[in-house]
């Protein structure tokens, strides 16, 4: 079996209607390439019978690699697993309900020819989304671009290209909360982006919904950012300027007579403000000390019940 040129990684959870078609439009894409390529598909614990079919097309079609997780790990450990396993020199990570065509594989394929090292692909339309998915996607977006030092392209997805020295790289950062596009960006190297369609779900429902959106979120904010312990002290120094403020005021009132500060109303809102920001701060400390516990703990990142028939014989 020649070494694959290009690699095409495709984390799978319950797409049982939506494998076959994967399968077909990925083998089209890449044959009228003319050059060897292979297909990793990385079972993420799912139910529905995808497993079985992912097994069948590993032994259809010996250029179908399968990856079979123990239990369900979730999409970007099942993308880390890919890449991991991956041997060609172009790594193209993709998502399997077809919202990304594989037929755009070609053009980023194109851009490496060129010299770039990360080719992303830009989301110019979206199709089959509803207005608070579009909207929450757009804020979440800019907010990072915001918030933190890298430069991470507005709109774009983990669907991209990357060069073998990027996921070489990618693969020694063994962090369990990921967030693979800012680990991309993070790297370095050339990049450049490539405008696309984004096309509406081929089968089944979305993976990501509203918790897994926030939990993802969270892990990009926290992951590549100090802005909430930064706005943590910020609501510090604002609740204590604000009692600064307050005294003078609270002392020229009661000496005028004014019945307004009188009792205990003023001080219990004043005791719930401060509590409130002490409990604020004291939740994104959690947030943060949870993650260093969870890394101290060094656990693996995923754990495989069946690997590719052909890796016992490279290792």
């Given at each position: 079996?020649?070494?694959?040129?290009?690699?095409?990684?495709?984390?799978?959870?319950?797409?049982?209607?939506?494998?076959?078609?994967?399968?077909?439009?990925?083998?089209?894409?890449?044959?009228?390439?003319?050059?060897?390529?292979?297909?990793?598909?990385?079972?993420?614990?799912?139910?529905?019978?995808?497993?079985?079919?992912?097994?069948?097309?590993?032994?259809?079609?010996?250029?179908?690699?399968?990856?079979?997780?123990?239990?369900?790990?979730?999409?970007?450990?099942?993308?880390?697993?890919?890449?991991?396993?991956?041997?060609?020199?172009?790594?193209?990570?993709?998502?399997?309900?077809?919202?990304?065509?594989?037929?755009?594989?070609?053009?980023?394929?194109?851009?490496?020819?060129?010299?770039?090292?990360?080719?992303?692909?830009?989301?110019?339309?979206?199709?089959?989304?509803?207005?608070?998915?579009?909207?929450?996607?757009?804020?979440?977006?800019?907010?990072?671009?915001?918030?933190?030092?890298?430069?991470?392209?507005?709109?774009?997805?983990?669907?991209?290209?990357?060069?073998?020295?990027?996921?070489n790289v990618m693969t020694q950062m063994k962090e369990r909360h990921r967030f693979l596009r800012g680990m991309s960006v993070w790297v370095g190297f050339r990049q450049t982006g490539v405008e696309y369609k984004r096309a509406a779900r081929h089968a089944?429902?979305?993976?990501?919904?509203?918790?897994?959106?926030?939990?993802?979120?969270?892990?990009?904010?926290?992951?590549?950012?100090?802005?909430?312990?930064?706005?943590?002290?910020?609501?510090?120094?604002?609740?204590?300027?604000?009692?600064?403020?307050?005294?003078?005021?609270?002392?020229?009132?009661?000496?005028?007579?004014?019945?307004?500060?009188?009792?205990?109303?003023?001080?219990?809102?004043?005791v719930l403000f401060l509590g409130g920001i002490q409990l604020i701060s004291l939740g994104v400390l959690g947030e943060y000390i949870g993650r260093i516990?969870?890394?101290?703990?060094?656990?693996?990142?995923?754990?495989?019940?069946?690997?590719?028939?052909?890796?016992?014989?490279?290792?």
């Amino acid at each position: 079996m020649d070494t694959p040129l290009y690699s095409i990684i495709a984390p799978i959870f319950n797409e049982l209607d939506n494998l076959p078609e994967l399968y077909r439009r990925v083998k089209e894409a890449m044959d009228s390439l003319g050059n060897p390529w292979e297909l990793i598909l990385i079972d993420d614990g799912s139910t529905d019978g995808s497993t079985d079919v992912i097994r069948d097309l590993a032994h259809d079609d010996h250029r179908v690699r399968k990856v079979v997780f123990a239990r369900n790990f979730g999409h970007q450990l099942a993308v880390t697993a890919g890449l991991d396993y991956s041997r060609g020199k172009a790594v193209v990570i993709i998502d399997s309900d077809l919202q990304d065509p594989p037929e755009v594989i070609p053009q980023l394929i194109e851009k490496w020819h060129d010299g770039y090292e990360i080719v992303y692909a830009i989301r110019a339309e979206r199709e089959g989304e509803s207005w608070f998915k579009l909207a929450t996607a757009s804020v979440f977006y800019r907010i990072i671009y915001r918030i933190t030092d890298l430069d991470i392209p507005l709109d774009t997805g983990d669907f991209r290209l990357l060069d073998r020295k990027v996921v070489n790289v990618m693969t020694q950062m063994k962090e369990r909360h990921r967030f693979l596009r800012g680990m991309s960006v993070w790297v370095g190297f050339r990049q450049t982006g490539v405008e696309y369609k984004r096309a509406a779900r081929h089968a089944g429902e979305t993976k990501y919904p509203l918790k897994k959106m926030v939990k993802f979120a969270s892990d990009a904010i926290t992951g590549y950012s100090f802005f909430p312990l930064q706005l943590a002290t910020y609501l510090g120094f604002f609740s204590a300027g604000l009692s600064i403020l307050a005294i003078p005021v609270v002392i020229i009132t009661r000496l005028a007579g004014d019945q307004a500060f009188l009792g205990q109303a003023t001080t219990l809102i004043a005791v719930l403000f401060l509590g409130g920001i002490q409990l604020i701060s004291l939740g994104v400390l959690g947030e943060y000390i949870g993650r260093i516990y969870d890394e101290a703990k060094g656990r693996p990142l995923y754990i495989v019940r069946e690997e590719p028939d052909d890796f016992q014989t490279e290792k």
